[in-house]
């Protein structure tokens, strides 16, 4: 870069061409022709410069360099001449020239040669070039531990016009590659002095990684300078050099970065790497050069206390490094600064956001007061807690106004908060110290106690707690005057006598800032007064009337004002005043025998003090006939009672109670009531629920006390405890009769309200009686709501029928338990007799009716049931008349027509009930042990009946008529029926008479020894006889499972039958009628109706 | 002497837990790193032979504890640099301490008693002050780690 002079043409003769070129261009040509011959000419008389170079470093002066022309040696010059310039030519004998520097313009220079030659040129500034000296930095600097390279050089501003702006450029190259790692620029003024400048340069590899050399330039830039400016060179490169450590690696060490920030280690090592890690976390590594390698961490997180462990793990050893990532310190916030004792000023502040700092990077807090340049520091390894962080600040005397600044610092930067303050506006005293209270009197007392610190200039404002035992707080207020280490003195009044109080004690100043924490409480015990008034008093006459028992409360301790020791109780009637002994204390109730006259009692409580004003009370009580008790029932623990105002009633009411299960004098408790009121609640913790108590209102009068009102309540009524003791007094066949007792007070334990009793049929044991079931049916319910009803009488009952009875009583409270009974009502006897009779009557109409249609029809039937017989001897047949036979030839003989005989076969009977096998009967001659000898071996007799046959010749038609009609055969006759025994005329007969007719007799049940009696009565059976008793027949009708199991055709049947139907003649029983099973039928059950009957 | 045997089964009996709380204390990778971080590789350590003579081994145990004692020293001043809030450590570490001026006494009484010997040369570690925070580190957990190995030694040989 260079600005070279030339030669420089006349313009007027550039313009004069210009002219002649437009309009003449041949001309021109020739022209152009001569004038170059011309120029070619004139050259070579003065001479041609080339190369012509100006330069300036300062703008001051000027160096111009040319080269000569062709064929002139530069030795040859002999002097250079400039126009318009005092001393204007300068001997020379080279061709470089250094003039001061010229005016902006052109400049007409002539170079003379020895041989006589001449160059002339014009020079303007425009054609000079500012080129600055090459600036040569003073050192090169390196902060190993911020990897931070400083530059410092100086400007040499004294040498350049100024103002001037210089531009710098310096350049930062890595070796041993020697890449440019850096490369800025930046602008500075000259003013007129030499300047030295500085540029840091914070390199992110740790600088004990590589080495490093830098390099600067610049160039001026002057306003007024119209040339070329130009970049100087570039200085020599520094090198920064660094001793290493044989022990450390790993760069770099013990750094403290920002959280969230990035960085980069670099381990230096002879040896190959094998990996890097931050923690735990493995990180690529970064080839640098040689075994030298880097890791690369990106958004570093808070580091713990001991610092974040940076590991590089080589073939033979492990090298490491420690870096500290956090936080600058926040800005401290909650700055507040007082004073408790104005000697010093105490400041607390929240140091905000956690730093992640600790040891030697914690920050450390620096106090300081602008007004009186003092500060204090605040500077702790651990780290704390908020309301750790305070600074004590030492007050100078008489120093109100402060203005803190609070200034935190790590090694990431600071922060700062401010605070203007009124330190007396800033008071919080310390706790007071060494209170003490003293009696004044028993209501008031003194309380002193010490304020360390120097409160002179203000005013005190303290609170004073006063408790009482009873846990009651009041707080008063004092203000006192300050002092300097001082103690404080109030006095405390309005105080209860004899009272136990703790007191305590803070303050603070008028101009409240805040309290000091309370002082350690005082116990103290104010002293005893007299009693405040005189005990509440009662009395009651004793069951026999003879003495008079005076209750008192004790006084409550507000009144008592003291510890009262004893009572003075004294009577006055009309003619004297009686004193009795003193009671002590614990005995609140005294008998004194007193007649039954008008007393006064008084009573006095002392204790030390003094004795309390009497507390007085009439003996005598007004009668009142017209007492009504009434009931009243409390709620929760407490009874409300009211009455009518009475005027008469001038002191007051007075409401007595006890327990009504007490015997006389009954007294628990009693209140008094104002005369003005009609209404109280009473309250104690004595009442019970379920519990009866009796209350009397008494009122007060000039004369004495009158029962106005007797009242018997509950607080709380209560289900019974106990059932109703009850009987059964009455039991007929459809009612019971109940009759139950009163429940006792104690185990009623509420008002009776009424009875329930409940009864239903059941029997003792069975499930469906023991209880009763809710909404049975079955259960009949009985309320009795009159209290006074004590039977009750269950009609429209069933007789003989066990009932299940239960009776309950209740109160407002609940239903009391049950009692149970079993009851059986007793048996009907109208419905037994009229069940008796009513049978007896039907069997006997129905008797009657037979008998008289028997009576009517008395023919028909023997015709029916009993034909005459007729006689054998009577039969004609076998008549021998011997007249004839004697007499007459023509008599014939009795022709034995062939008969064809009817076998009826008789079965033996072998068991009582019969078993019919065969149609066979057993003849009862048979069974006869002498007669059977000619029978047949198997018993069987086969009766050969032969009805008479009577040809053409009948004696007697209709009994023919009535012998034809009367074919009666036995069949299937049961064995059972044994025949009777023969009679005796019968016994002579043939048996083969006997075989040809065998009439109908009564058959005997199969008793040898009925035979004798059979015997007896043969006689009377010898004719025709009905058959056998009807009460050996057997009961089983036609369907029965026994006749359906034998042969339909050799079925028995208990009755006869005639020839033309097998249906009995009698008919059988109905077989509906129940059997007579004795199983528990009665004829009470043939009157009941219902099922479960 | 039962003093001495006592006191070194108190120190072998803690060794492992100050060893571990150290190394917890230091941060990773020294938990997972124990045995190239904390290998007992020290050169400079007081050599101790079981199998001396009884005088010969208190000698030893003078120089080993001594050294311990000092190192010890350091490392708790570095600790309370570096992790001020290692509370436990601190504890275990002053414990530690305390125990060990109690042994150095009563084996030096002990050798004058009754091997007359007044004084023993000793050897300390050197100052571990002015070392960067992880050599702080590594070298309070090389000496650990060999003082728990060399302690439980130094107890069986008593």
Known sequence: MGVYLRWKQPSWMVDSIRMRMTSHLPWLLS??????????????????????????????????????????????????????????????????????????????????????????????????????????SLSLSADLSSSTLHLRWNDKGSAFPYPSNATWEIKVLQNPSMEPVKLVSFNTTLNGQDTVHHWDWASELPLQCATYSVGIRWYIDYHRFSGYKVWSDWSLLKNISWTPNSETNVFPQDKVILAGSDITFCCISQTKVLSGQIGKTFCPLIHLYGENVAIRIQNISVSENSGTNVVFTTEDNVYGTVVFAGYPPDVPQKLNCETHDFKEVICSWNPGRPTGLVGPRNTDYTLSESISGKSVTFKRFETLTNESYRLAFQMLPGQEIHNFTLTGRNPLGHAESAVFINITERVAPHVPVSLRVKDINSTVVSLAWHLPGNFAKINLLCEIEICKASSEQEVRNATVKGAQESS??????????????????????????KWSKWSNEKRHLTTEAIPSRGPDTWREWSSDGKNLIIYWKPLPI???????????????????????????????????????????????????????????????????DDIIVEQAVGMGKSIFLSWHADPNMTC???IKWCNSSHSEPCLMDWIKVPSNSTETIIESDQFQPGVRYNFYLYGCTNQGYQLLRSIIGYIEELAPIVAPNFTVEDTSADSILVKWEDIPVEELRGFLRGYLFYFQKGERDTPKTRTFETGHSDIKLKNITDISQKTLRIADLQGKTSYHLVLRAYTHGGLGPEKSMFVVTKENSVGLIIAILIPVAVAVVVGVVTSILCYRKREWIKETFYPDIPNPENCKALQFQKSICEGSSALKTLEMNPCTPNNVEVLESRSIVP???????????AERPG????????????????????????????????????????????????????????????????????????????????????????????????????????????????????NSEIVSFGSPCSINSRQFLIPPKDEDFPKSNGGGWSFTNFFQNKPND | MSQIKNQ?????????????????????????????LCGPNMTDFPPFHA?????????????????????????????????????????????TMDIMRGLLSNVLCRLCNKYHVGHVDVTYAPDTSSKDVFQKKKLGCQLLGTYKQVISVVAQAF
Not at chain 1, 919 to 925: A, G, K, L, M, Q
Not at chain 1, 982 to 1011: C, H, T, W
């Open chain 1, 915 to 925: 078993k019919i096998e065969d149609t066979e009967i057993i003849s009862p001659v």
């Open chain 1, 652 to 654: 007051d009411y007075v």
């Open chain 2, 8 to 36: 070194l089964a108190q120190l072998n009996g803690s060794a492992n837990a100050l060893f571990i709380s150290y190394y917890t204390a230091q941060g990773e990778p020294f938990p997972n790193n124990v045995d190239k």
């Open chain 1, 558 to 624: 507000n009144e008592a004002n003291g510890k009262i020791l004893s009572y003075n109780i004294s009577c006055t009637s009309n003619e004297e005043t009686q004193s009795l002994s003193e009671i002590l204390d614990p005995q609140h109730k005294a008998e004194i025998q007193l007649e039954r006259n008008d007393y006064i009692i008084s009573v006095v409580a002392k204790n030390s003090a003094g004795s309390s004003p009497p507390s007085k009370i009439a003996s005598t009580e007004i009668p009142n």
């Open chain 1, 931 to 1046: 007669e059977s000898s000619e029978a047949d071996p198997e018993n069987h007799v086969v009766v050969s009946y032969c009805p008479p046959i009577i040809e053409e010749e009948i004696a007697n038609p209709s009994a023919d008529e009535a012998g034809g009609n009367s074919q009666v055969v036995y069949i299937d006759v049961q064995s059972m029926y044994q025949p009777q025994a023969k009679p005796e005329e019968e016994q002579g007969i043939d048996p083969g008479v006997v075989a040809g007719y065998k009439p109908q007799m009564r058959l005997p049940i199969n008793s040898a020894a009925e035979d004798t009696a059979a015997e007896d009565e043969a006689d009377k059976t010898a004719g025709y006889r009905p058959q056998a008793n009807v009460n050996t027949w057997n009961l089983v009708s036609p369907d029965s499972p026994r006749s359906t199991d034998s």
């Open chain 1, 31 to 136: 022209a152009l022709t001569l004038l170059h011959l011309t120029v070619q000419a004139h050259s070579l008389k003065r001479g041609t410069i080339q190369d012509l170079k100006c330069t300036t470093k300062n703008m001051l002066v000027w160096d111009c360099t040319w080269t000569p022309p062709v064929g002139v040696s530069p030795a040859t010059v002999k002097e250079v001449c400039i126009k318009d310039r005092l001393h204007s030519c300068h001997r020379l004998e080279s061709t470089n020239i250094k003039i001061a520097a010229l005016s902006p313009g052109d400049h007409e220079v002539t170079i003379n040669y020895l041989n006589g030659f001449q160059s002339k040129f014009t020079l303007n500034e425009k054609d000079v070039s500012l080129i600055p000296d090459t600036p040569a």
């Open chain 2, 51 to 95: 199998n001396g003579t009884e005088k010969t081994k208190l000698v030893e145990l003078y120089r080993m504890v001594a050294y311990l004692s000092a190192s010890l020293g350091n490392v708790t001043r570095d600790q309370r640099v570096l992790n001020p809030n290692a509370l436990s450590l601190h504890s275990k570490l002053n414990a």
């Open chain 1, 488 to 513: 404080y003195l109030v006095a405390v009044d309005k105080l209860t006598p004899y009272t136990l109080y703790t007191f305590r004690v803070r303050c603070s100043t008028e101009t409240f800032w």
